[in-house]
């Protein structure tokens, strides 16, 4: 099983910007592919963005596409999420995922091996 640890979350006005941060360890990192999830509160998690093994491939829900980005740096085991153009509907508790096989991005909490223990991102108005 893999060890995440995410970093980078905070409060923010909207309109503005937070990279998030992800540090893998315990599995090799470049064999699997990762995501973020958030969760708002009285909300179920909910996929935001994935990536895969090799970075080439990312996948957004509709709500973030043009704002958010993902991407990784297999040399460091990290997964950043760039957001931009935050709105205070963005608020919530940002969770970093490794996927279960080496093939298949998780976009579904079923398709989810290991959980950080979340970073806060709060969008005020």
């Known amino acids: 099983q893999v060890q995440l640890v995410e970093s980078g979350g905070g409060l923010v006005q909207a309109g503005g910007s937070l990279r998030l941060s992800c540090a893998a360890s315990g599995r090799t990192f470049s064999n699997y592919p990762m995501s973020w999830f958030r969760q708002a509160p009285g909300k179920e998690r909910e996929f935001v963005a994935g990536v895969s093994r090799a970075g080439v491939n990312t996948y957004y829900v509709d709500s973030v596409k043009g704002r958010f980005t993902i991407s990784r740096d297999n040399a460091k085991n990290t997964v950043y999420l760039q957001m931009n153009s935050l709105k205070p509907e963005d608020t919530a508790v940002y969770y970093c995922?490794?996927?279960?096989?080496?093939?298949?991005?998780?976009?579904?909490?079923?398709?989810?091996?290991?959980w950080g223990q979340g970073t806060q991102v709060t969008v005020s108005s």
């Open positions: 995922a490794a996927g279960k096989d080496t093939i298949v991005v998780p976009r579904t909490t079923q398709r989810v091996d290991s």
